[in-house]
């Protein structure tokens, strides 16, 4: 809304010439987030527990201190998180590119989906919520709306060779493209759906899922204003995704709305994220790859997320297929809780490994 109205007022009035660049946009996206969580939260968190006044439903099989430590805490903070996003973007980014708008379709749709399961766990003082059918069936759909949306942008879009909007590019060459063609649309939609629930699986301990999200989405932005950028990205030989640069703005607003929740997330949490949060900050960022089209990097960046949910599937299969259990409990964080490890110390070790497979992620920019 500030570009539309003050960019064009650059000519005349050389300070707001700044609102042309997207680096003071995401800045200005960022503290704003920040400042929206700030002022809204503490009355939020307060509504929530006289709503809420037994907190959110403890799994019942989880590790036993949980039922005595986070037992009336409350969920659906990630309303919090969805509403910085959503004002600082609105207020800071073009309006008029469409990837924002593809962006914010998928975590407000993703959000909305979390919200009404955490409702349903909330009123019904059950852990389990809406079924996973009907959720990952919801998830899907709109999963799918977005993906098709974004290839036919980027297949219309200038400077483009043909067939890349269904290409899936392989980090670490120059020029190596898996083409996909109509299958690229069930490939994108699985990549946002697991995104999204990957995340979710990792929600699971005071600030687990906060910070690798944050440390994800600073990434995403750099990838997303690098390749947006014809000079940066012919320089660096990525492949050019016209108009993906505004992502950047988006991934501030995801920063500095995730940072403010962290304030009252952090040990002992005020409040829990939920999956209003944690499904649509795994949409968002899986939203995000599809667009830049680095969608593989997003496996490395995000691998603590994946890591999660390998652990669940693979507990499940081995369950299934054998009756034996390959960790003490899944997701693999509760393992480590189950050994004894005290939860700051998973916490920050999970958050460097987050570091750690970031810094990964990035290299691929430049080791081709």
């Known amino acids: 809304m500030l570009y539309m109205l003050l960019a064009p007022l650059g000519e005349e009035i050389t300070l707001l010439n700044l609102f042309n660049y997207i680096t003071f946009r995401t800045g200005g996206a960022l503290i704003t987030a920040l400042m929206v969580v700030f002022i809204f939260g503490k009355p939020f968190i307060n509504w929530l527990r006289s709503k809420q006044r037994e907190g959110q439903p403890i799994r019942e099989d989880g590790p036993e201190r949980h039922i005595i430590e986070k037992a009336g805490t409350p969920t659906m903070g990630g309303f919090l998180i969805l509403l910085g996003i959503v004002i600082a973007t609105l207020l800071w980014g073009d309006l008029s590119n469409p990837y924002l708008w593809v962006v914010l379709y998928v975590t407000v749709g993703y959000g909305a989906i979390g919200f009404y399961d955490d409702y349903q766990k909330v009123s019904k003082r059950s852990s389990a919520g809406i079924s996973s059918w ?10 799918a709306g977005a993906v098709f949306w974004m290839t036919q942008l980027l297949a219309n879009a200038p400077d483009v060779p043909a067939g890349f909007a269904t290409s899936v590019a392989i980090p670490f060459f120059k020029d190596l493209l898996i083409p996909l063609g109509p299958f690229f649309l069930i490939f994108g939609t699985l990549v946002i759906a697991f995104a999204s629930n990957a995340v979710n699986l990792t929600d699971g301990l005071d600030g687990l899922a906060i910070v690798p999200v944050m440390i994800a989405a600073a990434s ?21 995704t016209p108009g993906t640069g505004e992502l950047a703005v988006f991934c501030g607003a995801l920063l500095g709305a995730s940072l403010g929740f962290l304030w009252y997330n952090a040990p002992p949490a005020m409040v829990f994220m939920g999956d209003t949060g944690s499904l649509s900050l795994g949409g968002a960022l899986g939203t995000i790859a599809v667009a830049v089209k680095h969608e593989v990097v997003l496996a490395i960046i995000g691998g603590l997320f994946v890591l999660e949910a390998v652990s669940v599937m693979v507990q499940v299969a081995s369950f299934k297929l054998t009756g034996k259990r390959i960790f003490r409990m899944a997701p693999i964080h509760h393992h480590f809780e189950k050994l004894g490890w005290q939860e700051p110390t998973i916490v920050i070790r999970f958050w460097i490994i987050a570091v750690i497979l970031a810094l990964i992620g990035l290299s691929t920019l430049k080791l081709r």
């Open 134 to 143: 009907m959720k990952l069936g919801l998830q899907l759909v709109i999963a």
């Open 220 to 240: 995403f932005g750099f990838i997303a204003y690098i390749v947006g950028n014809f000079v940066f990205a012919n320089y660096l030989q990525l492949n050019f």
